[in-house]
């Protein structure tokens, strides 16, 4: 972490708050409105950490937003992102040498390999210079922050969570949420997909305790392995060997039978208990929603060890764009030639940070055949991580740039027809909250491969649709047009709703040689002009097997909350919205310096 902090002030990439301020949603709250700020955001150290609430001043300060740029992500990986992408593409397609001279080549290929398995020393780490076991277990007197007002309490964002499995055999790093519940208890946020998951399994079948060892801090690489969607069973340190070219050097933990990274600033040993589960969250998620009350399993903590000179690292959760923008990014780029294996004719792909990544992807493909897109979308939903994504479009090789959005929007749109759509169902992230039941939903694919002739329609002005929009809609609220210049213009209404969306496109169908889609909001906290934010929330709020309507060349999308009137049956959470006391304290303290229009159009 120190060697972190000097580098980001040499590149003047961090900012040092000294003003005292709270654990409970201060530091988060100034952190969020940092990283809105884009390139412009800095890294930030907060060096006067105080637990209001109880009086207690920590030792140590709390960094965040370390990854929150592209210029810093690299800075933290120490070379270009796409040269990690190289390196793996060479190793996939590394072919028998065919020549002495080539044997000689690859000999050396191979000599820099052995740098990339963790090395485990039988010496203990810096990360253990402090032990507190038994009585002296604490988790209270670490810095751990609370974000959000809903939040169920403090969480360890930014932990680096080790486990093996039964055998021993395989090892895991994952990065999942924590919730601390007192001084020695953990809630321990695996979803059934991971990896540690799968692994707990094994220990609930053997009635067996399962031991976790979590990191905190050390090298910033260790908290993105832990990101990395590396196959079963793949030991994800390997990474950091790979792009750092030297081995993660590993310690035994004192009281569990995991090595951890010897130079992280905390480590929590613990076990977990397979008969014990635990209400866990409510937590403002990175979804921008806040995830729901579930039982998860308890750790109980057996040692905290750290470092005498640490630093706690953190990072912050809720609407776009935050910090995963950016480690997401870098995930993508690298573990493109992965993903390739599976999907050949892949030429490029992207998933958008305001879509919540696994709510849509974008995806250039070199179509071969008739369906062939149809066929990538099997692949990617019976693909690893790729298996949580919502909705995909793809385009054919002569498609725009899938970052220059209004150029691809333009490309899909105007080859779009209501026969390029394929829906069907399959296994969702945990925190997705739209669909009707939990983990499984509907999914969209639209295939953008192959042109389709369709007349635009008889545009009219904003003003003129809403007022005959309104005769049929009386809970109609405002209306706004995108991509008029297309063949498919997207419309977009916000409604007191008072019925199902379906009953509201129906009633529309006189206005369909006016409007081809129609995306219907709800009015309360949704701009209907404001893009960004309306694509966060349309994908987050929409199953594709109930949420979207079609009559002849009109597509309906149902973007609002459900509820009763949707025969919706879960619990609807609420958006993850900062508490506006806390910003008046922090803009009289001088330490919010976000500008108004940055606030609006992110809606924080």
Not at 373 to 393: E, I, L, P, R, T
Request: aromatic residues 10%; proline residues 5%.
């Amino acid at each position: 972490m120190k060697t972190t902090i000097d580098l980001l002030q040499k590149h003047k990439e961090l900012k040092v708050i000294n003003t005292e301020l709270d654990v409970y949603l201060e530091i988060p709250h100034v952190a969020y409105a940092e990283v809105k700020k884009g390139e412009e955001g800095k890294a930030l150290l907060f060096t006067n950490v105080i637990d209001k609430k109880t009086g207690h001043k920590y030792e140590e300060p709390v960094l965040m937003n370390v990854f929150g740029s592209f210029k810093r992500c690299e800075l933290l990986f120490g070379r270009k992102i796409e040269s990690v992408a190289d390196e793996i593409t060479k190793l996939l397609h590394m072919k028998p040498p065919a020549s002495f001279k080539e044997k000689l080549s690859m000999a050396g290929e191979l000599f820099q390999l052995k740098n990339i398995f963790p090395k485990r020393l039988k010496s203990k780490g810096v990360c253990q210079e402090i032990i507190h076991l038994e009585q002296d277990i604490d988790l209270t007197k670490l810095p751990v922050l609370t974000t959000w007002e809903q939040d169920g309490g403090p969480f360890i964002t930014m932990g680096q969570v080790y486990t093996q499995s039964l055998d021993g055999e395989m090892v895991n790093l994952g990065m999942y949420r924590l919730q601390v519940y007192d001084k020695n208890h953990l809630g321990m946020h695996w979803q059934i997909h991971k990896d540690s998951s799968h692994f707990f399994d094994q220990y609930q079948k053997a009635g067996k305790k399962m031991p976790v060892s979590i990191g905190i801090g050390g090298d910033p690489l260790y908290t993105w392995c832990a990101t990395a969607p590396l196959p079963y069973g793949v030991n994800e340190l390997l990474m950091y060997g790979l792009i750092k070219k030297k081995p993660a050097e590993l310690v035994k933990s004192i009281t569990t039978p995991l090595y951890i990274p010897k130079d992280v600033d905390y480590v929590i040993e613990g076990w977990v208990d397979p008969s014990e589960l635990k209400i866990e969250g409510p937590f403002g998620d990175h979804t921008g929603y806040y995830t729901l009350e579930e039982p998860y399993p308890v750790l109980e903590v057996s040692a905290i060890t750290m470092k005498h000179d640490r630093t706690f690292l953190a990072t912050v959760v809720g609407k776009p764009p935050l910090e995963d923008k950016y480690m997401g990014w870098a995930t993508g780029k690298i573990f493109f030639p992965l993903l390739k294996t599976t999907t050949p004719d892949l030429l490029d792909y992207h998933m958008p940070e305001n879509a919540g990544f696994h709510n849509l992807i974008l995806a250039k493909m070199q179509p071969l055949y008739k369906g062939h897109a149809k066929q990538f979308m099997h692949a990617f939903w019976g693909a690893g991580q790729m298996s949580f994504v919502k909705h995909a479009v793809f385009v054919d090789e002569n498609a725009p740039s899938l970052e220059n959005y209004e150029a691809f929007a333009t490309y899909v749109l105007n080859r779009f027809t209501p026969k390029s759509m394929f829906i069907t169902e399959g296994i969702l992230d945990a925190l997705d909250h739209s669909s009707p039941e939990a983990l499984v939903g509907g999914k969209l694919g639209i295939d953008a491969t192959s042109a389709n002739k369709v007349e635009p329609p008889h545009l009219l002005g904003d003003e003129e649709l809403l007022h005959k929009v309104q005769e049929l809609i009386p809970d109609a609220v405002d209306l706004h047009q995108f991509m008029r210049r297309t063949n498919n213009p997207i419309t977009v209404i916000s409604v007191n709703k008072a019925k199902n969306a379906k009953e509201y496109f129906d009633a529309l169908l006189p206005l369909s040689t006016n409007m081809r889609i129609v995306v219907f909001v709800d009015a309360q906290k949704n701009d209907v002009r404001n893009a960004y934010m309306l694509v966060w929330r349309v994908t987050n709020n929409i199953d594709a097997l109930r949420d979207i309507y079609k009559s002849g060349l009109m597509i309906g999308v149902d973007g609002t909350n459900k509820n009763e009137l949707d025969g919706f049956t879960r619990r609807w959470p609420d958006d993850v919205d900062c508490t506006m006391g806390v910003v008046n304290h922090l803009k009289n303290l001088g330490v919010w310096d976000l500008d108004e229009e940055l606030f609006k159009k992110f809606q924080l």
